[in-house]
């Protein structure tokens, strides 16, 4: 590009800036959909500016005013119409290391063709990301409205245990027990939302010290606070299903449970369904898992919603960390089908108080989405090299939440 066209770049951006469209960058990478369409082959995607042509010839006529999604150094990053060009990213394999595996950005392998009402409403919560302003592009004066989106992608995590932000998990969810009124001393165990009205987490959640799960809290980020920049909604538990095999007297598998609320839930930028895996034969070597439990062995639980990222374990090196006190419990071992194993050499794992939280993956057909791949069940000692911890596999159970959350009629 000449230099020229470089400085007339330039000059709009600086323009766009000052007429007062600053404040509603969208603050989207590069391949981001900044304007959704009904139809998907419409959608406006992030592009970079000397790769979009209609917003070159819009400019040179004076008739767009393009809407930037960021910039990458001095590249300016615009919201692009749709064209025919197709834009493809390869993302390299996974290395592995002693016990556990490198962490690593997952490209989520193809469905096995069976249809699956959680991915058909997973795409329908992906939606809710975006909210609609009027459309900033044209200098028409259009009173057309787009989408934009409300929420936060943190593409790159910090380890160890880290605060999450506003908006970053809004499927997780407090679940207290104490009958009366949401209390700050009874929250003891985590969910997640996967639906208006159902709470998806451990079967040992159902009751605590013959206390039964009485409370759902979501949009929390610190429940001690009211100015940790969200704003969270109670619900109270009306239904606790249990998964038909769990029989926690004799061993610890099955360890899943679904939780009906009292009412709908209602959607907001902190409050929002995450999708469940459907996919029996996805591998990561990474996930990220959340909660407020506690923060090492005998600590109190965090009042602030925490994120890590662990490494998955394969089934048969998970099976050798654990000790006859535990296995005894596991008379036919981790279950491969049902379970997952994962952890960390450098002092990160789940603890008490996180059980029932989800660990999750990117999703990576939608911006902002997670995708839950497990359980927060059981483990050993928290953070205790070469013990991992062993997760409930939700695709295993994938029919019995369909038939359950989203019914046939």
């Known amino acids: 590009m000449r230099n020229i066209e470089i400085l007339q770049y330039w000059l709009y951006v600086l323009c766009f800036m000052n007429s007062g469209y600053y ?8 391949g981001e959909i900044c304007y959704k369409s009904n139809d998907d082959s419409n959608n406006h995607i992030c592009r970079r500016i000397e790769d979009c042509a209609i917003v070159n010839e819009g400019i040179k006529q004076n008739t767009i005013n393009p809407q930037i999604c960021s910039f990458d150094k001095s590249t300016v990053i615009v919201c692009c119409p749709p064209t025919n060009k197709i834009i493809t990213t390869t993302i390299a394999s996974p290395s592995t290391t002693n016990i556990f595996n490198s962490p690593t950005e997952i490209t989520q392998p193809s469905t096995t063709g069976k249809s699956h009402k959680a991915n058909e409403m997973c795409q329908q919560y992906s939606d809710l990301i975006y909210t609609s302003i009027k459309d900033p592009i044209l200098l028409s004066g259009s009173s057309q409205n787009i989408k934009i989106k409300n929420c936060i992608d943190v593409l790159t995590l910090i380890v160890n245990g880290t605060k999450a932000v506003p908006k970053e998990f ?10 009366e009124k949401p209390d700050n001393r009874s929250w003891f165990c985590g969910g997640s939302l996967i639906s208006d009205t159902w709470i998806l987490t451990a079967a040992h959640c159902e009751k605590i010290s013959n206390v039964p799960a009485s409370w759902a809290r979501l949009g929390e980020l610190n429940y001690l606070t009211y100015n940790d920049g969200t704003i969270h909604q109670d619900y109270r538990i009306l239904q606790r ?10 061993a610890k598998y099955n360890d899943i449970a679904l939780f009906r609320l009292e009412k709908k839930v209602k959607f907001t930028e902190y409050v929002r369904p995450i999708c469940i895996n459907t996919n029996h034969f996805l591998k990561t070597s990474s996930i990220i898992a959340t909660g407020w439990g506690q923060t090492a062995n005998g600590e109190a639980f965090s009042p602030d919603l925490l994120k890590v990222i662990l490494n998955t374990v394969p089934a048969k090196i998970c099976n050798k960390t654990y000790p006859k006190s535990i296995t005894s419990k596991l008379p036919n071992g981790i279950d491969d089908d049902s379970m ?3 952890g960390s050499n450098e002092g990160k794992d789940t603890c008490g108080g996180d059980s029932g939280g989800p660990v999750q993956i990117k999703h990576m057909n939608y911006t902002c989405m997670y995708l839950q791949i ?10 205790e090299k070469n013990s991992p911890a062993v997760y409930t596999k939700v695709s295993k159970y994938i029919q019995w939440i369909e038939n359950i959350v989203w019914p046939t009629m």
């Open 374 to 383: 497990g359980i927060t069940s059981f483990g050993r000692s928290c953070a």
């Open 170 to 179: 809004p499927h997780m969810v407090l679940i207290g027990y104490n009958k």
């Open 241 to 250: 299903i249990i998964h038909p095999s769990y029989q926690p007297s004799r």
């Open 23 to 30: 404040a509603q960058l969208l603050d989207l990478y590069e």
């Open 340 to 342: 997952i194993c994962a």
